[in-house]
């Protein structure tokens, strides 16, 4: 297939080691920082996969909100475009949060609750190695900074990774979101498995 | 001296968690950029920044402009305001320590802060040594005002850098200024690192850095971590300008709960710093904010009352 193109949005937060690892991956990245750099004038989306990145989950969310790319990020995730989310962009992802930020919403589109700093403060951010159950078993070095978790997984969700007896990633479709940061590590797994789903998405 | 503790673990296996490497450090960091750190003073005023879309919060008793307006020491808050702030938000709490005062850092770090500001802006602890960061597993930002001081600061273990400006003047020529002077010192190394490598030796003895370190930042055109700025950033076209001239992210302090409207002026610096190319959405978030705060010109500072100058 030709070179799949990649958006990361990028309002805030570890954009650039998302993008530095998809091009050394093979794909082009588009930074995503209006509702234009995702869906063209006829409604359909103009990147193949997309990465929702790590940052501060209230603050993303209230810029998509208040720069109009909220309903257009549901809207294509939704009719499934393959879609990453990286720790603040798990939260963003999931149905619900155990514990937003005053007035903080999701876009609902992945059947899970998460929970917000689940592993503490700063401190007790760490980097491991996690057992990877994706389309190829892995070992996947992982850093959590300030890490959300998954509590509850909905019937279609497959878990893809536990860390200290929670679910740290999951698929449900074309969607993955994970816990941790491998974009910080350097471990290319989950990034593969992204453009694995643009690679199957192109077959079809 | 007592043995300080909190140095980092390295497991045998790589199962075994890792907390407090450089890794970790400065991936907190990472997670900030293109964000707004706000200074409060209270559990309510947390909230609001925190609901303006701040990305992390400073805690502190007073804000740069009094600390400037009412003199005496300036040192490390008082542990119940720094919990209640942990308590009230869910987004990441920094605390400041004076230069130098380890055993206020020993305290912050034992109170959960989530980062470490050595910081001007309270009086410095030691006039000598800055605070060996290393024997921390909370990570520390660090004033800077060229590269060599940032470098130096990097080496001690600083996992964040925010160039100085004037804290608490509303001023933002002076961080304008250290912005400037940080990023063109990184371009100087970077055109010798191809031409005249032999000649980073010397701009190593000059930045009073190590030598590794002056590589690194020529062969790369960055600093190994994080920039923000901070110092007189009163109004969203200020935030702009820094993001404009290289900086990751901003700090504010007195700005906004100085102002006279700290909510929508928070939420217009949140939008015009991550929009900083955009001069028709920064227009917008400048439209109908009252009044900015007063502010001091910095030309007007004598010597000793330019907090820049502290740190070395």
């Known amino acids: ?204 | 001296m007592v043995n300080m503790t909190h140095t980092v673990h390295s497991p045998a296996d790589n199962k075994t968690p890792v907390t407090g490497s450089k890794l970790v450090k400065s991936g907190l960091a990472d997670m900030l950029k293109g964000g707004v750190i706000m200074d409060v003073v209270t559990a309510e005023q947390a909230k609001i920044a925190e609901d303006s879309g701040a990305v992390a919060v400073m805690a502190l008793e007073r804000v740069p402009a009094d600390i400037r307006a009412q003199g005496g020491v300036a040192r490390m808050s008082d542990p119940d305001l720094i919990e209640q702030i942990i308590d009230t938000v869910s987004i990441p709490v920094m605390a400041k320590a004076r230069i130098g005062h380890f055993v206020e850092a020993q305290v912050l770090e034992h109170l959960k802060v989530d980062y470490i500001d050595e910081s001007e802006v309270l009086s410095p602890a030691d006039f000598v040594n800055h605070i060996d960061k290393h024997r921390f597993t909370v990570p520390f930002v660090c004033g800077a005002t060229n590269l060599g001081e940032a470098l130096r600061r990097i080496t001690e273990g600083a996992a964040m850098i925010r160039s100085k400006g004037e804290a608490g003047t509303g001023d933002v020529s002076e961080a304008t200024r250290h912005i400037r002077t940080i990023r063109s010192q990184i371009a100087e190394l970077q055109g010798l690192y191809n031409v005249s490598p032999d000649a980073l030796y010397v701009k190593a003895k000059e930045l009073s850095a190590p030598y590794e370190l002056v590589v690194e930042v020529a062969r790369t055109g960055k600093l190994p971590v994080v920039l923000f700025t901070a110092g007189g950033i009163a109004t969203p076209a200020d935030a702009a300008m820094m993001m404009q001239l290289g900086a990751d992210g901003v700090f504010v302090g007195s700005g906004i709960f100085k102002s006279g409207n700290p909510a929508e002026r928070a939420r217009a610096i949140v939008a015009a710093t991550a929009y900083y190319d955009d001069p028709a959405r920064i227009a917008e978030a400048s439209r109908g904010l009252g009044e900015a705060m007063v502010g001091i010109n910095v030309a007007d500072l004598t010597a000793p009352h330019r907090l820049a100058e502290r740190g070395w």
């Open chain 1, 1 to 204: 297939m030709t070179q799949p193109v990649v958006g990361v949005l990028a309002l805030q937060g570890g954009v650039a080691e998302h993008l530095a690892m998809l091009e050394s991956l093979g794909a082009r990245v588009v930074r995503v920082r209006s509702a234009s750099d995702l869906v063209g004038d006829d409604g359909a989306p103009v990147i193949d996969a997309l990465i929702l990145p790590g940052g501060e989950s209230s603050t993303m969310d209230r810029l998509c909100r208040t720069f109009g790319l909220f309903d257009p990020l549901r809207e294509v995730i939704a009719a499934g475009l393959p879609v990453l989310g990286t720790c603040a962009g798990l939260i963003m992802l999931a149905s619900q949060i155990e514990d937003p930020a005053p007035g903080q919403q999701s876009l609902g589109v992945l059947d899970v609750t998460v929970t917000r700093n689940a592993f503490g403060s700063q401190v007790d951010s760490a980097e491991v190695s996690l057992k990877w159950a994706g389309s190829r078993v892995a070992v996947v070095r992982a850093a959590f900074i300030r890490a959300p978790a998954v509590t509850r997984v909905g019937g279609d969700v497959e878990v893809l990774a536990r860390y200290q007896d929670s679910v740290v990633a999951v698929r449900q479709g074309n969607i993955l979101a994970i816990s941790f940061h491998p974009e910080l590590t350097g471990d290319t797994t989950v990034h593969e498995e992204l453009l694995g789903l643009v690679r199957l998405e192109a077959a079809i």
